[in-house]
């Protein structure tokens, strides 16, 4: 069974990685591993122990492709941002598929080199997935007000360079 803990990885009151669900076990790690030689094991035993210990010691991973686990995670877009390099670097390193590229967990981030758009559109009220009219200034000063702290103390739109003509109270 799986015990719904939320851990908060990074300390900050915001961050979240919570288990929520799960398909497998070392049970299954083991028939995968027996599955060449057709044996099936319904017990896990010592020996099943040292076999998953051996596959994972010599880099024989394949089994353990047949576990799934299922997070549901909350954190900053750098690090999701690392976290899927090193998803698709994972995935595809027999393809050489990847990239470099300066981290923002080591180094800070220079004023405009972050992507914000220039019309913020509200959630449509009538669609999930769809967007709905650009956002009042009470949106926007909502926007303000939740990124408005910064190394600066400019606020958000200051600190960017964003200028939105209609909002002048977003700086």
């Not at 497998?24 to 020996?47: I, P, Q, W």
């Not at 009538?126 to 939740?146: D, F, K, M, T, Y």
Request: proline share 4%; with cysteine.
């Amino acid at each position: 069974m799986i015990q719904n803990k939320t851990k908060d990885p990074l300390g900050d009151g915001i961050s979240k990685i919570q288990l929520i669900d799960m398909m497998g076990e070392d049970l299954s790690v083991v028939n995968d591993a027996r599955a060449s030689f057709e044996k099936v094991s319904d017990e896990l035993t010592d020996r099943d122990k040292k076999l998953i210990h051996y596959l994972v010691k010599h880099d024989h991973m394949s089994p353990l492709r047949g576990t799934i686990f299922k997070f549901r995670v909350t954190a900053p877009l750098f690090i999701c941002r690392q976290w899927w390099k090193h998803i698709i670097a994972s995935v595809h390193a027999a393809d050489q598929i990847g990239w470099n590229e300066k981290s923002y967990r080591y180094r800070a981030a220079e004023k405009g080199k972050f992507y914000v758009p220039k019309v913020f559109l509200s959630q449509s009220e009538n669609n999930r997935q769809a967007s709905g009219a650009p956002l009042s200034p009470e949106g926007w000063n909502r926007i303000c007000e939740v990124l408005a702290v910064t190394s600066t103390g400019k606020g958000c739109c200051a600190t960017f360079g964003h200028r939105p003509s209609c909002y002048a109270s977003c700086f």
